[in-house]
């Protein structure tokens, strides 16, 4: 009696692991209360197929291969063998080498300057950095622009477009700042991002209404945010290479990431290998941090760097001017 209860009892959560994966894998819009689904750690899901694998000895095989297309198919892991063998350098003609980090105010420009030069950057996106964290940045004979807590380093002149504050949404803070940079020809505007986060919104929720309540809060804000910006960048782009990048605070998995950026090519997700975690997290380990590129260039080679202080991971990519040769 008790094992067919546990069997029965391992076969419902096993359902739940399968519409988990499937979700994840097509993006399905669902209920605000799932909004942050896509934030689940794989070997979460992983453990919702293991019971009814030890259990149901009979099916054990079939379940088996079942839990592991459900698996794959709602896993971020971006396997890609040919990675090592890109060269990154940012040397080589006609590529660039772009970095997004939030900094989380606790990595000085120094530090920055080292990072810049030991990845041989061309392009430094940095948000939650000091107001004028790049003033003396012509000591190394780089650009530094600084609207707020959004700072670009660059080794190419910046012209400093238009920028957004959350003033008109009742919040604080600027969310994106547009340059525009030269880089042998090809004239590449940036995005430099940084996305409302839920602890905007209070970790405190009293009851699950309130609870609730914020998680549509946060999704509407999301939408404004996103949907404001993508005009911002549409107004300013003609014939532009264009370059977003940095702190979104949704995986690349969530379905209004898909709707709103779905159009631009994803650089950890076309170059980059593993699993690709940017923010800190003792459970969840999610990738919030990402650098977008049109169609007009190509991610070569993506990785995420190593902790240096900060609370997120820098996010390293070297890009391709597409139809054009080395």
Known sequence: MILSALKLASLLIFIIGVILCSILAFQLSVLDQFYFIDFIPDYVVLFLFLPAIILISKKRLYLFLTGCVFFVMGSPFQ????????????????????????????????????????????????????????????????????????????????TQLESLNRRALGGWGQYVSLHKINVGGNVVLLANVHFASISNFGYRFNTFAGFLSKISLFKDTKAIEFGLVKALIEKWSDDEVIVIAGDFNLTDRNQQFTQYWGGFRNAFNESGFGYGTTRKSWFLSPRIDHILSSKRLSPVATSVWRDMESDHYPVVSTLQFIGQTE
């Open 79 to 158: 396997i890609n063998i040919t990675h090592n063998l890109v060269e990154e350098d940012s040397i080589i003609h006609n590529r660039f080498k772009v970095a997004s980090f939030n900094v989380a105010q606790r990595v000085n420009a120094e530090k920055l300057y080292q990072f810049f030069e030991q990845k041989k950057l061309d392009v430094l996106f940095v948000q939650e950095g000091s107001y004028d964290m790049f003033k003396d940045a012509s000591r190394y004979n780089l650009y530094g622009e600084c609207v707020k807590r959004l700072c670009v380093l660059s080794k190419y002149a910046l």
